[in-house]
Each structure stands twice: as C-alpha cells, then as structure tokens.
C-alpha cells in the first residue's frame, strides 16, 4: 500500500492543456475516485500515474518516491484497462501468471500465487477455461486477479465496467468495492458514471476541463455541491437551480415536495409548481414543471415517492417546498457555492 501526492501536475498537447495544476493526495488504502465528463483529464490523470504519459509540469509521488519520470514497471502499480486486456489463446489461469512468469518467478509461487488470487476474487472454478468462456463480469475478476499476483502498492482502474450491461455493472461494482476492502490497496479509479463513484468511492475528485471542482466523500459532493457545475453533475435527475439576480438556489428533486407533505412550522422555502409532466416510475415518480413566481419561467423537476400522496395533474399548479436548510446557495456569476446566510430564503418565502 502506498500514499500518492500529485503535486502541481500539469499536461499540455500540442493546443490543448488536457491537465492543469492539480494538486492531491491520495491516502494510504483509499479507494478514489475520478470523476467527469468525456475529455476532462480524469484518463490522462491516470496515465500519468502510471507513467504512460509523461507530466508537462509538476510531480507525482508514489509511496514517498517521486516516481514522475520512472518507467511504468519501476512503480509498482496495477493497472486494469477498460478491454482488461487479456490474451485470448491463454486459459484463465495462463493469463494470471503471465506477470510473474515475465520476472522468472519460481513455478511453485507462481502455481501458489496464483490461486491465491484466483481465490480472492472468486474464479478458481474457471482456471481452465479461455476468456471466451467466461462472462464480462469473469473476465473483470481475471483482470483484477493478474494484477493482484504481482503485489503492488497501487491499482490503477480505467472505466473497468463500462463494457458491461447494467445489471452486470451493479454486480460487478458490488464485487470491486468488496475486493478492495478485502486487499486494502490504494486504488484510484476513473469513471464518467456517477452512480459508480457515489457507489465505489471513498472519496471523489470531480473534474472538469482539466481542473478539480471539488474533492469530498460521496455525502458531501452531493450534499454540498462546491458550484453549478457540481451540482448539476451529480445527482439523477440533477440539482435544480433557480436564479434570483445575484443568488442561485439549488434544491434535490428528491426534497422538493408537495407542501402538504411537510409538518406544520416547519422552515420552508416555498414556490408555486405549473405542472407540465408527470412520469411514473414505479417506486416514485418524476413531476416536471415550471415555477415562475417573481422570477423568469424555470424548469424544475421533483421526484415523489410513491409513499406520499399527490393527485397534481398536468397543466395544475401546486404549492411546492423544501426545508430552508436543504436549500443551497451559488453565486450567479460565477457559479460558486454561497456559505453566508441566504437572506432570500426565510420561513413560509418565495422563490
């Protein structure tokens, strides 16, 4: 196990700044993950750790050893690609041991060290198959297992499960996050799924244009989003988010609920909701609308669970809220987050 410091790092194409002075640490034993949109850095980030690409500016510190112009195999990191990579004319087992068959190691280790793994993350059963004998989700499993057999201080994952049909990914996540606690290796992980970083991470980095928007536990990216951005990337469906001149409120679909449904007294931010469409799925259901108040039309969404009544048909308009202390400030400008008191929020207000 390792700590990683990524200190100052910076990566420049011909025209293009695809990393731009990110400064992090990755805790001995963590699970991080990053987080973003296609071509926000997250992949060369990695790839930079791993020493595939080489750094413009800055360093990377691996275990205590600045590692920023060692060779790949001189770092001693795993590294699990989206295709997994496997040699389709070797048996599962033959794709374990090929690492240490590459440093000369022993055949009873290899023999040992092998199973060993095979047996951590569940596919000793399959050791004499090919690869295409056995399911994406077995084919993930040898991928993490050759990787195991070679000790590293580090695993490396890119986008591991975007190959995978959805119930296979759910399952698949399951196992990732149970093998990790099982080996405790430092693991950083990439992904522009944020169901899988709410799921797999104990802490995610969410990227954007090269730069860090913000670094916290799943709880606080969703609950504290740093920006608009943030909160608009995370959650499903997303943040909603109304101007009112220089300040933006934000609230979760989820906690934006018939007033009806809320205790008498409680600290409300109210707002009037034109219905405009109502989805049912199942568990709960998806309210789109509009609310315009004082305010320019904004679209907005609420998300009802199916444990609370509401019979508001399209075209009707509904008193809508949320409790004041789940609402969320932004600057309307910049689109930072807002500490201060909101003074546009108060008991039994308007949007």
């Given at each position: 196990m390792a700590q990683v410091e990524i200190r100052r790092i910076s990566k420049t194409f011909v025209g293009h700044t695809a990393v731009s002075d990110i400064d992090l640490v990755v805790n001995d034993g963590e699970f991080l993950v990053l987080l973003g949109p296609s071509g926000c850095g997250k992949s060369t980030l990695l790839r930079m750790i791993a020493g595939l690409e080489l750094p413009t500016l800055g360093d990377i510190v691996i275990g205590g050893k600045v590692a920023t112009r060692l060779q790949p195999k001189d770092r001693n990191v795993a590294m699990v690609f989206q295709n997994?990579?496997?040699?389709?004319?070797?048996?599962?087992?033959?794709?374990?041991?090929?690492?240490?068959?590459?440093?000369?190691?022993?055949?009873?280790?290899?023999?040992?060290?092998?199973?060993?793994?095979?047996?951590?993350?569940?596919?000793?059963?399959?050791?004499?198959?090919?690869?295409?004998?056995?399911?994406?989700?077995?084919?993930?499993?040898?991928?993490?297992?050759?990787?195991?057999?070679?000790?590293?201080?580090?695993?490396?994952?890119?986008?591991?499960?975007?190959?995978?049909?959805?119930?296979?990914?759910?399952?698949?996540?399951?196992?990732?996050?149970?093998?990790?606690?099982?080996?405790?290796?430092?693991?950083?992980?990439?992904?522009?799924?944020?169901?899988?970083a709410m799921g797999l991470g104990d802490r995610i980095v969410v990227m954007k244009a090269g730069k860090v928007r913000q670094v916290g536990t799943p709880k606080e990216i969703y609950g504290y989003p740093a920006d608009t951005f943030v909160a608009t990337f995370i959650g499903s469906?997303?943040?909603?988010?109304?101007?009112?001149?220089?300040?933006?409120?934000?609230?979760?679909?989820?906690?934006?609920?018939?007033?009806?449904?809320?205790?008498?007294?409680?600290?409300?931010?109210?707002?009037?909701?034109?219905?405009?469409?109502?989805?049912?799925?199942?568990?709960?259901?998806?309210?789109?609308?509009?609310?315009?108040?004082?305010?320019?039309?904004?679209?907005?969404?609420?998300?009802?669970?199916?444990s609370i009544p509401f019979d508001g048909a399209e075209g009707e308009e509904v008193a809508f809220a949320v409790l004041t202390e789940e609402v969320r400030r932004f600057d309307s400008e910049t689109g930072l987050a807002i500490t201060a008191p909101n003074t546009l929020v108060r008991r039994a207000g308007h949007v």
């Open positions: 997994y990579a496997l040699y389709p004319h070797l048996t599962i087992y033959d794709n374990i041991a090929f690492p240490l068959r590459v440093q000369r190691v022993e055949k009873s280790k290899i023999d040992q060290k092998v199973r060993w793994a095979a047996n951590l993350v569940g596919i000793e059963s399959l050791l004499k198959r090919k690869p295409r004998q056995t399911s994406g989700g077995e084919r993930q499993r040898t991928a993490l297992a050759r990787s195991l057999v070679r000790d590293p201080q580090l695993f490396l994952l890119d986008e591991p499960l975007s190959n995978l049909d959805a119930k296979l990914r759910h399952s698949s996540r399951e196992e990732l996050r149970r093998f990790q606690d099982r080996v405790g290796v430092t693991s950083i992980y990439v992904t522009h799924d944020q169901v899988e469906p997303p943040m909603n988010l109304v101007e009112t001149g220089p300040v933006t409120v934000g609230f979760r679909p989820e906690l934006f609920l018939p007033r009806a449904s809320f205790e008498p007294g409680a600290e409300l931010m109210e707002a009037p909701l034109r219905i405009r469409r109502i989805e049912y799925l199942g568990g709960d259901r998806l309210i789109y609308g509009t609310v315009s108040s004082s305010l320019p039309e904004t679209e907005v969404i609420s998300r009802i669970p199916s």
